[in-house]
């Protein structure tokens, strides 16, 4: 499965419409985002269900700010329009699948319980 380039304009569909979105935050001159690449395209394709995305910071920088992306690559895993997962620097093949199963393994329930409650106790601190 291809990836799909994230702008500002298609980000909100892409992840309202879609259960599971890994996103690639890279850059054409970053070394180490070239190295990845192959990589993250590579286990797409085992996981057609997924979304895999990417946004090419220079482009898109203001949606690159809206996540306080500092450096590049990082990975980012939004599931159900919670961001579970974000961390700097490109991970090996087998990493990356340890990180898509665990990722479609979370009980999202719970997630969400959990979510609710951070934001009910920072309403009421308010």
Known sequence: MATTE???????????????????????????????????????????????????????????????IMSIPTLMIIREQVVIFSQAGALPESALIDLVQKASALDMEEIHR???????TQGSQA
């Not at 001159?29 to 993250?40: D, E, K, L, M, N």
């Not at 959990?114 to 009910?120: C, D, L, N, R, W």
Request: aromatic share 14%; with cysteine; net charge negative.
């Open 6 to 68: 994230l702008t500002t304009e298609n980000f909100e569909d892409v992840v309202s419409s879609n259960d599971t979105v890994f996103i690639d935050f890279w850059a054409a001159w970053c070394g180490p985002c070239r190295s990845f690449a192959p990589t993250y395209e590579k286990v797409s394709a085992l996981y057609p269900d997924a979304i895999f995305a990417k946004v090419d910071t220079e482009a898109q920088q203001a949606l690159a700010a809206s996540f306080n």
């Open 114 to 120: 959990q979510v609710a409650e951070e934001q009910a």
